[in-house]
C-alpha cells in the first residue's frame, strides 16, 4: 500500500510539471470564476475547431479566437483591438472580476472587458463549436449575459448576425484590420442598409463613403451578387428589437467564412475539414480598383481590375510597408516651408497636369474671380492647403488636404486635374516658365532694341525644329508617369490616321536604344519580324519589335496591336510602350521581359526542370486571369486569336504575360460568334470551328488555352508529336483519359505533385479542346475550376482532332479532296 500511494504521488508530481511545461488547457473550452488564462495557454472549443489565446501578430499582442490546427493561423475575432498589450508577462492574463466580467488585465492595468455592468453569481467563459465566446450563467447556460457574435471584427462567421438594434441604435458590422499585421480598426467596413425595402448590404471607406452595394434582398438572393448564396443559406430578420442577416453553410463537409479584408472586399473563403486550407471562393467588389481609397492618400491603383498595384503620385514615396498610410511628399510645398520668410505664396511652386484619373475626395467649389484655367491655378496658389485643383464645364474646383481615392478612368476620358508639387519635383519642361515673366516685364525701349535679334533667334529656331525628327527621344523618356506628347507627335498621330493614347518615339532614338539595332541586341524572331533589347539612359531595359518586310503581318496587324494593346492594362497582359512610325518602319516598343517565352523553357529537355509544378500552375493561372480580363473584363471585349506557347512571355519572376495582338479583334455587342474568310492563327492551337469555317469566338481562345494546359502538364508540343497511337498530344491525352491513365499525361521534369491535383488539371484542360463549342466552358467557369480543388469537375467529352493514326490508315482508301466553305484566303501559318 506504501509503494502504491508513493508511486501515485510520484505519477502526480509529473504530471504537475508536465503541464508546468506546456501551460495548456488542452480540450478545456470553459474558463470558470477563480481561473485565468495566460499567455502560454488557450481554451479550446470542444470539438476542436476553435481555439482562444493570446497572439503577437506585430509588437504588441492580442487576445483572439482562431481555427484550430490551420497551418497558417486564422484569426476570426479580437477582443483588444484597440487596446493591445505593449509587452506580455507571465502576470498578463484573461479571467472572470469579481463583479462578474471577462476582463484582460496585468497586475496594473485593465485592457479590456465585456462591461455587461451586472453582477453575475455564478459566470463562466465557453468558448463554443461555432466560434462564439459566451459570457453565461454556470447554472442556467441558456442565460447569456455577453457573447463575441455581438461584437464583431473582420470576420462574419456562420450562425453570427450582422445588422443593427432598432432599441440602442448599436450596429454589428465587419471592420477590416488596418494591415495584415495590424489588428487595429482598418478604413473598410460592411454594413446592413438602415433602408427597410432594400435590406442591401454594403461596403464602406471611412464610415462615410459608400462604394459597393450587394443589392436588394428578394428573400433567396442580393441583386447584384446572386453567387453570395451559391455556398451559403442567407436568413433576414427584421423586427421591432433589430433587423440583420445571418447565414448556414449549405455542405457540412467544409468550414466557410466572410471576411472584410484590408484590401476593401468582402471575401468569401471555403475549406474542407479534412484539409484544413483555405481557398477564396469569390469576391466584392469583383475588381480592387473599385475600392475606394484603396492605395490611401495620394496613392492610386495602376488600371489592372484583377489584381491591380498602388503606386504614388509623381512627387510622391511611400510612406509604409503596406499602404494604409498611402504616400507623402518627396519634397516639401515652398510655401510650407518653415525657411520661407518671404511671404510670397506660391512662387516655387508648380502643378503637374493628371490625365485619365478620377479624386473622389469633395473638392470645393472656387470663387467667381476663377473664370478660367489660369484664373483657377492662381485661386490654388493663394492657398498654402490647396493640393490640386481642375477646371472643366462646372468652373473651377480646388482640393485642400490629402487627396483620398484616386482612380484611374478610361484613357477616352478627358478627367484632368492639376497636382500641386514643389518646382524640384516637376518633369522637365513643366516647370514655371520664369523667363514669360522677365520678357513680360521688359520696358517697350528693351523690346524694340532687342526685336531683330529675337526674331533671328526664334527664326533659326523655327526652322531647326522643322528639320527635326518628328516624336519623342525613349532614351529619356519616363514610362512611369503619363506626359502629354508634344506637337510633334500629335501631328504625326493626325497624319498617320491614328487613334490611341501612346507615345510615338524618334527612329534616331530608337537607333540609339538599339545600338542600331546590332546582333548581339537580337532577342529573337518571330511572325512579326525581329525582336532586339533596348536600354535606356535611366537603365530601363525595353523589347522593341521590328516589322520585317518578309513578314505575313503588314501595317494593318501593326495598327491593330496598337490600338487595342495600348487600351489594355493588366498584370498579365505585356504592356506597350509605345510605337516607332518612319516613313520605312513600323516598330513596337514593349516592357522588357528576361525569361522570353514559355516555349524557350516548356519545349527544350534541358530547361525543363525550370518549370516545377508550382510554377506551371502559376503560369496556367496567370494565362486564365489574362484571358479572362480581355474577354469579360477589359474596355474592349477582345479575341486574342493566336494564344500559343512562344506568345506567353515569362518575367524576372516567371509570371506569364500573355503577348502579340496584332490578330486580335474587338468582340462586339451580345455577339455569340463573328465569321471571317480570312483565317490565321498557327495551326496546333485553333479551335475546329475557326479552321474549318472561319467561325470564331471567345470559345475559340478557349480551345487553344486548353491545348496549353495539356502542353504545360505534359512538356510535349500539340503539333510534331510522335507516338504509337496518336497524331497528336490532345489524341494522346484523350486515350489515356478514357483509360484511366490521364496521370501518364504528366512531365516527368515538374516533381512529383499530388496525383489529384495533376489529373484535375488534364481533365480541364479536356474540358476546353471539346469539339462544340458550345461544351467548352468560358474563361470565368475555368477560374472557379482553378481556384476551388473541392468541386469536382463534369466529364470531358472527346476532343477536336483526336483521330489516331490507326483509324486514318483504315480510312485511307475513303479519303477525298473538298473545299472547305469556299473560303477565299486562308494563312494558316507556323510563326
Not at 175 to 184: E, G, I, T
Not at 769 to 777: C, K, L, M
Request: charged letters at 20%.
Amino acid at each position: 500500500m506504501l509503494i502504491t500511494t508513493k508511486l501515485s504521488n510520484l505519477c502526480i508530481l509529473i504530471t504537475a510539471l508536465f503541464l508546468l511545461k506546456e501551460e495548456k488547457v488542452c480540450g478545456v473550452d470553459t474558463l470558470s470564476r477563480g481561473q485565468s488564462l495566460t499567455p502560454t495557454q488557450t481554451l479550446i472549443s470542444k470539438a476542436d475547431i476553435f481555439e482562444l489565446g493570446f497572439f503577437t501578430p506585430n509588437k504588441n499582442t492580442y487576445l483572439g479566437i482562431w481555427y484550430k490546427d490551420f497551418p497558417e493561423k486564422t484569426i476570426v475575432w479580437v477582443a483588444n483591438r484597440q487596446s493591445p498589450l505593449l509587452s506580455t508577462s507571465s502576470n498578463s492574463r484573461i479571467s472572470i472580476s469579481p463583479n462578474g466580467d471577462l476582463e484582460l488585465s496585468d497586475d496594473l492595468h485593465t485592457f479590456w472587458s465585456t462591461h455587461t455592468n451586472s453582477a453575475h453569481t455564478t459566470p463562466e467563459a465557453v468558448l463554443l463549436d461555432n466560434g462564439n465566446l459566451v459570457l453565461r450563467d454556470a447554472s442556467e447556460p441558456s442565460n447569456i449575459f455577453w457573447q463575441s457574435f455581438d461584437h464583431p471584427t473582420d470576420t462574419w462567421l456562420p450562425g453570427q448576425s450582422i445588422g443593427l438594434s432598432r432599441i440602442n441604435g448599436q450596429k454589428k458590422s465587419l471592420v477590416s484590420w488596418q494591415n495584415r499585421d495590424d489588428p487595429s480598426p482598418g478604413m473598410f467596413s460592411l454594413e446592413v442598409s438602415r433602408v427597410h425595402e432594400t435590406r442591401e448590404l454594403f461596403m464602406m471607406w471611412n464610415y462615410s463613403r459608400i462604394y459597393w452595394k450587394s443589392g436588394a434582398w428578394n428573400g433567396a438572393v442580393f441583386g447584384s451578387v446572386p453567387e453570395l448564396s451559391y455556398f451559403l443559406s442567407f436568413d433576414f430578420v427584421d423586427n421591432e428589437n433589430e433587423s440583420y442577416y445571418s447565414y448556414s453553410v449549405l455542405n457540412n463537409d467544409v468550414f466557410s467564412r466572410l471576411t472584410t479584408n484590408t484590401m476593401g472586399q468582402l471575401e468569401q473563403l471555403t475549406s474542407l475539414k479534412t484539409i484544413r486550407s483555405w481557398s477564396p471562393t469569390h469576391s466584392q467588389p469583383k475588381f480592387r480598383s473599385k475600392v475606394l481609397g484603396l492605395c490611401g492618400k495620394f496613392g492610386f491603383l495602376r488600371d489592372d481590375p484583377l489584381t491591380p498595384e498602388c503606386m504614388c503620385l509623381r512627387g510622391f514615396n511611400r510612406s509604409s510597408h503596406d499602404w494604409s498610410r498611402g504616400c507623402s511628399r518627396t519634397t516639401p510645398l515652398w510655401c510650407r516651408n518653415s525657411n520661407n520668410l518671404s511671404g510670397k505664396k506660391g512662387k516655387e511652386d508648380g502643378f503637374l497636369e493628371i490625365g485619365g484619373m478620377k479624386l473622389h475626395s469633395e473638392a470645393i467649389i472656387a470663387n467667381d474671380d476663377a473664370k478660367s484655367g489660369k484664373g483657377c491655378e492662381l485661386a490654388c496658389l493663394e492657398s498654402c492647403s490647396c493640393t490640386a485643383y481642375a477646371f472643366g464645364e462646372s468652373g473651377c474646383s480646388v482640393w485642400e488636404g490629402d487627396l483620398f481615392g484616386l482612380e484611374n478612368v478610361s484613357v477616352n476620358n478627358e478627367q484632368r486635374f492639376y497636382l500641386r508639387l514643389a518646382s524640384t519635383e516637376l518633369p522637365k519642361g513643366k516647370k514655371q516658365k520664369i523667363l514669360e515673366v522677365i520678357v513680360g516685364v521688359l520696358v517697350p525701349s528693351v523690346v524694340l532694341v532687342s526685336g531683330g535679334v529675337l526674331g533671328c533667334f526664334y527664326t533659326r529656331r523655327r526652322k531647326q525644329k522643322e528639320k527635326k525628327e518628328p516624336g519623342e527621344d525613349i532614351l529619356s523618356f519616363d514610362f512611369e508617369y503619363s506626359v502629354r506628347p508634344n506637337e510633334e507627335v500629335t501631328m504625326l498621330r493626325k497624319r498617320n490616321n491614328m487613334d490611341f493614347d501612346l507615345p510615338i518615339f524618334s527612329y534616331a532614338s530608337v537607333c540609339a536604344a538599339t545600338n542600331t539595332f546590332s546582333p548581339e541586341n537580337k532577342l529573337g524572331e518571330g511572325g512579326f519580324g525581329p525582336v532586339y533589347k533596348g536600354k535606356l539612359m535611366n537603365g530601363q531595359e525595353i523589347a522593341l519589335k521590328r516589322l520585317s518586310k518578309k513578314s505575313g503581318q503588314g501595317i494593318e496587324e501593326f495598327r491593330n496591336e496598337i490600338v487595342l494593346i495600348a487600351k489594355l492594362q493588366h498584370r498579365n497582359l505585356v504592356r506597350l510602350l509605345g510605337c516607332c512610325i518612319d516613313t520605312n518602319e513600323s516598330i513596337l516598343i514593349y516592357e522588357y521581359m528576361p525569361n522570353k517565352s514559355l516555349d524557350f523553357f516548356l519545349f527544350d529537355s534541358n530547361k525543363q526542370e525550370l518549370l516545377d509544378w508550382n510554377t506551371r500552375v502559376r503560369i496556367v493561372e496567370g494565362i486564365a486571369q489574362g484571358l479572362l480580363y480581355l474577354h469579360e473584363y477589359s474596355r474592349l471585349k477582345i479575341i486574342h486569336r493566336d494564344l500559343k506557347a512562344s506568345n506567353i512571355l515569362l518575367d524576372d519572376e516567371m509570371n506569364p504575360k500573355i503577348s502579340d495582338f496584332g490578330m486580335a479583334r474587338i468582340f462586339g455587342g451580345n455577339d455569340s460568334r463573328t465569321h471571317t474568310n480570312r483565317i490565321v492563327g498557327t495551326y496546333g492551337y485553333m479551335a475546329p470551328e475557326y479552321a474549318m469555317q472561319g467561325l470564331f469566338s471567345i470559345k475559340s481562345d478557349v480551345f487553344s488555352f486548353g491545348v496549353l494546359v495539356l502542353e504545360i502538364v505534359s512538356g510535349k508540343k500539340n503539333t510534331g508529336f510522335y507516338n504509337t497511337h496518336s497524331l497528336n498530344l490532345l489524341g494522346h491525352a484523350w486515350e489515356l483519359w478514357i483509360s484511366g491513365r490521364g496521370m501518364e499525361l504528366m512531365d516527368p521534369a515538374v516533381g512529383t505533385p499530388a496525383v489529384a491535383t495533376v489529373v484535375r488539371y488534364v481533365n480541364l484542360g479536356l474540358l476546353c479542346v471539346q469539339e462544340n463549342p458550345n461544351d467548352r466552358p468560358n474563361m470565368s467557369s475555368v477560374i472557379s475550376m482553378l481556384g476551388n480543388e473541392i468541386a469536382p469537375l463534369p466529364a470531358p467529352k472527346q476532343p477536336a482532332f483526336s483521330i489516331t493514326k490507326h483509324i486514318i490508315n483504315s480510312a485511307s482508301s475513303e479519303i477525298i479532296n473538298c473545299s472547305v466553305n469556299g473560303l477565299t484566303e486562308s494563312m494558316i501559318q507556323p510563326r
